[in-house]
T-cell receptor, first 113, second 113 residues
Framework: AQSVTQPDIHITVSEGASLELRCNYS??????LFWYVQSPGQGLQLLLK??????LVQGIKGFEAEFKRSQSSFNLRKPSVHWSDAAEYFC???????????FGTGTRLQVFP | DGGITQSPKYLFRKEGQNVTLSCEQN?????MYWYRQDPGQGLRLIYY???????QKGDIAEGYSVSREKKESFPLTVTSAQKNPTAFYLC????????????FGSGTRLTVV
């Protein structure tokens, strides 16, 4: 079945540590790929997106993501996490030939000082 | 500044009552969307509209209705037929095609008692 999977429901890291949030998709053709962040009780903010070209994408707030076609993955990374990065992170796709944004179930990030 | 405004931020209703959530955008976007967010389930698409006076059901449209009489506005009505209406509702918009990513409102938390 077509889907977006975020295998980690909850991740805890120490401030200053590196971070990688996983995202896998299951679609026949490579979809457009997105990462969004949501603070509690708020809407979603776009961190970065991938359509084509360079497989390493830079986003806002020091985040980057790497598209790996062979693994159907689009993992989000940050070299050094700040306490303000604590939030929920959603991977999302727009499948080929559609304009509907389909979300994963999210990963909640907790940052300890 | 351009953006999406959802109102109210919090809404309480008695069981059996219909309630309408407001969503207005001044981004001149063609497409608008309604999502429902429940803990651990990510965001699920309720309805979307790509053009004025036209809209399509998403994955969980039962118990909801929408209208799109103006480009700027896409109100969502939660009817008494919706069996579990308590949730966080997010409205979004995008330029035609959706591939450039969506802009989200700050959400409405509906509690039915």
């Amino acid at each position: 079945a077509q889907s977006v999977t975020q295998p980690d429901i909850h991740i805890t890291v120490s401030e200053g540590a590196s971070l990688e949030l996983r995202c896998n998709y299951s679609y026949g053709a490579t979809p457009y790929l997105f990462w969004y962040v949501q603070s509690p009780g708020q809407g979603l903010q776009l961190l970065l997106k991938y359509f084509s070209g360079d497989t390493l994408v830079q986003g806002i707030k020091g985040f980057e993501a790497e598209f790996k076609r062979s693994q159907s993955s689009f993992n989000l990374r940050k070299p050094s996490v700040h306490w303000s990065d604590a939030a929920e992170y959603f991977c999302a796709v727009v499948p080929y030939n559609t304009d509907k944004l389909i979300f994963g179930t999210g990963t909640r990030l907790q940052v300890f000082p | 500044d351009g953006g999406i405004t959802q109102s109210p931020k919090y809404l309480f209703r008695k069981e059996g009552q219909n309630v309408t959530l407001s969503c207005e955008q001044n981004l001149n976007h063609d497409a608008m969307y309604w999502y429902r967010q429940d803990p651990g389930q990510g965001l699920r698409l309720i309805y979307y509209s790509q053009i004025v006076n036209d809209f399509q059901k998403g994955d969980i449209a039962e118990g909801y209705s929408v209208s799109r009489e103006k480009k700027e506005s896409f109100p969502l009505t939660v009817t008494s037929a919706q069996k579990n209406p308590t949730a966080f509702y997010l409205c979004a918009s995008s330029p035609w095609g959706g591939a450039s990513g969506y802009t989200f409102g700050s959400g409405t938390r509906l509690t039915v008692v």
